[in-house]
């Protein structure tokens, strides 16, 4: 999606277009983490951000790129200016270095990581910034549970639902969870057959045979 527009949708939502512009501009003795967390604030629409996430994006920007600092003050100094509710008319007047700055800031809020991770690649520029704080859990809260997070606390399941007639428990299953399960004490060599394929040779498992049954004639 090109940035630009990606920024309009951003800004554009009814929680952010609610929250008045003019109060989060920057002030002119802000601190670096200061004015960072007015334009996070500005840029996602929520008041209250916590300044640990925001000194922790601010190093992490400033790692990520040397000249973060100068973007901001130059994206602030233009936000300033404009004194302007329109937040699509806000995004229009801006140049594409500070969009791009914008979304530089704006994303981490959302997602919890600067960066770009990667699935094939072992190092990565990704980095964290916070999990349970990000932002794109939250139109969903009420329904859904972030992902690896159980929601109820330890052993929620050991509580039947409500509405839901469940059968007679064992008596000690809240103690369930407390017992971690013994380590194997040896790992098995996998098959040969089932190898070739997790290693892409073969497709199938009658293709690993024939692969094997050919080897062995050999």
């Known amino acids: 999606m090109e940035r630009r527009h990606f920024?309009?949708?951003?800004?554009?939502?009814?929680?952010?277009?609610?929250?008045?512009m003019q109060p989060l501009l920057a002030a002119p003795t802000d601190s670096s983490a200061a004015l960072l967390l007015r334009a996070s604030e500005l840029l996602t629409g929520r008041r209250g951000l916590d300044i640990g996430i925001t000194e922790?994006?601010?190093?992490?920007?400033c790692q990520q790129d040397s000249t973060f600092p100068a973007q901001l003050a130059s994206l602030m100094a233009r936000l300033n200016a404009l004194h302007s509710e329109d937040r699509e008319q806000i995004v229009a007047q801006l140049s594409d270095d500070e969009v791009k700055t914008a979304l530089m800031i704006i994303s981490p809020w959302y997602l919890g990581y600067t960066g770009h991770p990667s699935t094939t690649k072992a190092v990565d520029d990704a980095?964290?910034?916070t999990f349970?704080?990000?932002?794109?859990?939250?139109p969903t809260k009420?329904?859904?549970i972030r992902p690896t997070y159980a929601r109820a606390g330890g052993d929620y399941w050991a509580e039947v639902p409500p509405g839901v007639t469940a059968p007679t428990m064992p008596a000690e299953i809240r103690a369930w969870g407390d017992r971690s399960p013994l380590a194997a004490s040896t790992i098995k060599e996998p098959e040969a057959p089932w190898l070739l394929m997790i290693q892409g040779k073969a497709k199938t498992l009658v293709e690993a045979e024939a692969l094997l049954a050919q080897h062995n004639n050999t």
Do not use: G
């Open 127 to 129: 980095h964290f910034v």
């Open 132 to 138: 349970l704080s990000a932002l794109m859990y939250e």
């Open 56 to 61: 922790r994006l601010w190093t992490l920007l």
């Open 142 to 144: 009420d329904h859904t």
């Open 7 to 20: 920024l309009k949708l951003m800004m554009a939502t009814p929680v952010i277009v609610a929250i008045p």
